[in-house]
């Protein structure tokens, strides 16, 4: 089997784009067509219109004097048939209503307009007497009648608003009337029982202070040192050769762990006991070609520094040498590697091989791996020039697919943003354009593999990013509650200054897809980034204008509402310090009252450098 060339090196990173595109299927409280809302059940019949729909007769009614009566409209004018809280008496209709829509009311209940016709100056035009058909008085026994329905349903109508509401006359749930119907706590813009339950907590002072730095390494070429960890005592970071771990509060180093050659890959999720897996290479890097082959697999344990086991496996299209990996995870008690040799899955205890490339006549591999609560596959397929996805919910220990689902035809690549809720983005005929990686986010049922919604993440207005020949690599997009938390491209703020640029978090539903009514808004100057949940609520860094520090802030997931927890010093030191750690390319930690930035590459120094300037492979502020 013929092996194809390997992907193409990502794309560099977008321009800031544009805000305000709209939403491709927006959520409760953007209507669909705001001029004339699309009539339910309960809702005010608009007016007649000459052309009518699906579920009106071809012909026009015959005679006048007895108008063909539609769902909701009496079948004897003279005795007409009342609907919970509605009068059914039509004014002078010249057409039945649509099927399912009612007859406009004299008073409908509280929150619905008064009349649906045409109002002049925001003064809404006031409702005639209701007439029987054929425009006939109504008696008064019967106007009675209807005024009591009409009370009732309002008394009912506001019983219903003041049962929901916060006892201040303020709905605590904005957006309660949403119509769609999710799980999880995610269907609709009701935020009950969402959000909240996060262990971060305000700590009496927020205002943070540098706590130590750790020295860029001198390298003779660019190096990957993507890789980095806390624990109760520790951050560990990825060196040269190498892995280190400093004291959480001191920076003093506790232990090094040296290896054969640089670490290649490394996992974002390790086990309760602090156990993590990497990739490394086999032997050091060398001039001039300065690059090495990324085939070891091993398990370290960041509380005392060893190595625990390490292995390396032969077959799929690499035949007889050892197999390269580009990317590694940890599900439960498995370890999974994978690259375009294809992949293969480790006991997490020992390394004890649980699977490994093989070759078959579909020429399908895994690509890699999504770990966290379940363990994801994406699974490359066909002949070169006409690949297809798959993306696969595999057994853990077996690794034997559970479910799957194809992917999109131009879809190259995917990655798994999350395995529980199962939730993949894609740049689908690469028509993001900006070197994102998404132009979509699929939401799957990880049971039955179906799709359960298409989120289109137009690349001009938001902001996540994916590596798209790595499997697990996105930031700034977060599943949790149900829905998908991703940040909006910057735009102007409101005061149009320059510099002024700020931008927001949304929330789309996981089951509809639609966006949600509440968002977490920057501030002017300010730029939201998400980096991880913390039970329902979410994490994230406020990157800061150049005259302040940047802050770290918990954001309620249901409510969207912030909390401050972190805020950086703003002296020019200090700035310029955090400044060297861009969004994009760097790792950024945050735990009880300690934030971390670190460099995911770094190179020689430049040969215009000054002789006393300072680079720093990671940083660390704290409030404590």
């Excluded at 919970?84 to 619905?112: C, D, H, I, N, V």
């Excluded at 085939?295 to 960041?302: F, P, Q, R, W, Y």
Aim: aromatic residues 8%; contains cysteine.
């Amino acid at each position: 089997m013929t092996q194809p060339p390997p992907p193409p090196p990502n794309q560099p990173p977008d321009p800031q784009g544009g805000f305000g595109a709209p939403t491709p299927e927006p959520g409760y409280g953007y209507p669909q067509q705001a001029p004339q809302p699309e009539p339910g059940y309960g809702y005010p019949q608009q007016a007649p219109q000459p052309d009518p729909g699906y579920g009106y007769p071809q012909a026009p009614p015959q005679p006048p004097q007895q108008p063909d009566p539609g769902y909701g409209y009496p079948t004897q004018p003279q005795q007409p048939q009342q609907p919970y809280g509605y009068p059914t008496q039509p004014q002078q209709p010249q057409q039945p209503p649509q099927y399912g829509a009612y007859q406009q009311p004299q008073q409908p209940p509280y929150g619905y307009p008064t009349q649906p016709q045409q109002s002049y100056g925001g003064y809404q035009q006031p409702a005639p007497a209701p007439s029987a058909p054929g425009g006939r008085k109504l008696s008064a026994q019967l106007q009675i009648v209807i005024a009591a329905v009409v009370a009732v349903a309002v008394i009912i109508g506001v019983g219903i608003w003041y049962a929901g509401s916060d006892g201040d006359g303020k709905d605590e749930a904005k957006g309660t009337g949403g119509t769609s119907q999710g799980t999880d706590g995610g269907g609709s813009g009701d935020t009950k029982g969402i959000g909240g339950g996060g262990k971060e907590k305000a700590p009496a002072n927020t205002q943070a202070k540098t706590a130590f730095n750790v020295p860029e390494p001198k390298v003779p070429d660019v190096t990957d040192v993507s890789g980095s960890w806390t624990t109760d005592k520790a951050y560990v970071k990825t060196g040269v050769n190498s892995v280190v771990a400093y004291d959480i509060d001191k920076g003093t180093v506790l232990w090094t762990l040296p290896l054969t050659g640089q670490v290649c890959g490394a996992s974002r999720h390790m086990t309760a006991d602090h156990k993590v897996p990497i990739l490394f290479e086999a032997s050091k890097r060398v001039a001039p070609r300065y690059y090495q082959l990324c085939t070891e697999v091993g398990m370290l344990d960041l509380n005392t520094g060893k190595l625990l086991w390490s292995t390396s496996v032969t077959g799929g299209t690499a035949g007889d040498q050892k197999v390269r990996f580009s990317e590694v995870t940890l599900s439960g008690a498995t370890v999974a590697a994978g690259g375009t040799d294809g992949g293969a899955a480790f006991d997490a205890a020992n390394g004890n091989p649980r699977w490994k490339p093989q070759a078959n006549d579909e020429n399908c591999y895994d690509l890699g791996y999504g770990g966290g609560e379940g363990l994801v596959a994406v699974r490359k397929c066909g002949p070169y020039d006409s690949q297809y996805v798959m993306v696969q919910n595999l057994d853990p220990v077996s690794g034997a697919p559970l479910s799957q689902y194809k992917m999109p035809t131009g879809v190259k690549y995917a990655s798994v943003v999350s395995t529980k809720p199962l939730v993949v983005a894609a740049d689908v005929g690469e028509t993001a354009g900006d070197g994102s990686g998404i132009s979509d986010f699929f939401s799957l049922d990880e049971k039955t593999g179906k799709l359960k919604a298409k989120i289109t993440a137009d690349a001009d207005q938001y902001g996540a990013r994916c590596r798209s020949t790595k499997v697990e690599s996105c930031s700034q997009a977060l599943v949790g509650n149900g829905r998908l938390y991703v940040p909006t491209e910057e735009h102007e703020g409101s005061t149009g200054e320059y510099g002024d640029e700020t931008n927001e978090i949304i929330a789309f539903d996981l089951t509809t897809g639609r966006t949600l009514p509440d968002k977490a808004d920057a501030g002017d100057k300010y730029t939201l980034v998400p980096l991880r949940m913390d039970g329902g609520n979410l994490i994230a860094y406020k990157e800061p204008p150049y005259d302040k520090g940047g802050r770290i802030v918990s954001i309620d997931g249901g409510t969207m509402k912030e909390t401050l927890l972190l805020e950086n010093p703003g002296d020019k030191a200090s700035r310029d310090m955090e400044g060297d750690f861009s969004v994009d390319y760097s790792e950024i930690l945050y735990r009880d009252g300690r934030l971390f930035m670190s460099a995911m590459m770094i190179s020689k120094p430049r040969a215009s450098a000054p002789p006393d300037e300072k680079k720093y492979v990671a940083v660390s502020y704290s409030t404590r």
